[in-house]
C-alpha cells in the first residue's frame, strides 16, 4: 500500500465531475479529502490523500490526467522543531487546514502532518523559525 497526496484544479466546467467516486469504485482507492474549494462555474481546487496499491494509483492519475483535470503531487512537507517551539500559537491563525492547533488544556501546539497542505504559511509567520519545509 502505498499514500499520496495530490492537488487537483478543475477548469470551471468539470467541477460537477465524479472525480473521488470513480477513484474508489474503478481504481479502489481510499480517498480522504484534506481540503476543497469547488463551486459551480468556477475554477476547484480538490487536495486529496489517496491510499491503495502502486499499480491503483497510478491508472486513477492517468484516468484523471485523461478527462483534462491538472494534479499535482505534494513532494515536500513542513517540519516542526517542536524542541524549540515556544508555543505562541502564531502559526495557528493562518493554518487554514487546522493541522496546526492549540491544546487548550496543556496551551501546547500540536501538529497534525497528515492534515497539512503544505501552503507553508505557518513557516512564514512563525516567530522563531521553527516551522520549516523538507523537500
Known amino acids: 500500500m502505498k499514500k499520496i497526496k495530490v492537488s487537483l484544479f478543475y477548469p470551471a466546467g468539470d467541477v460537477s465531475k465524479p472525480i473521488t467516486y470513480h477513484l474508489v469504485k474503478d481504481f479502489d482507492l481510499v480517498i480522504n479529502i484534506l481540503h476543497a474549494d469547488i463551486s459551480l462555474n468556477k475554477m476547484g481546487k480538490l487536495v486529496l490523500d489517496i491510499e491503495g496499491e502502486e499499480e491503483n ?19 515536500k512537507s513542513i517540519i516542526w522543531q517542536e524542541d524549540d517551539c515556544v508555543h505562541c500559537g502564531a502559526c495557528t491563525a493562518v493554518c487554514p487546514s487546522n493541522a496546526l492547533k492549540m491544546d487548550k488544556t496543556e496551551w501546547n501546539l500540536t501538529f497534525e502532518q497528515e492534515k497539512c497542505l503544505v501552503c507553508e504559511l505557518c513557516v512564514k509567520s512563525c516567530p522563531l523559525n521553527v516551522m520549516c519545509v523538507s523537500l
Open 57 to 75: 494509483i497510478e491508472k486513477g492519475l492517468k484516468f484523471i490526467d485523461e478527462i483534462g483535470i491538472k494534479y499535482k503531487m505534494f513532494t
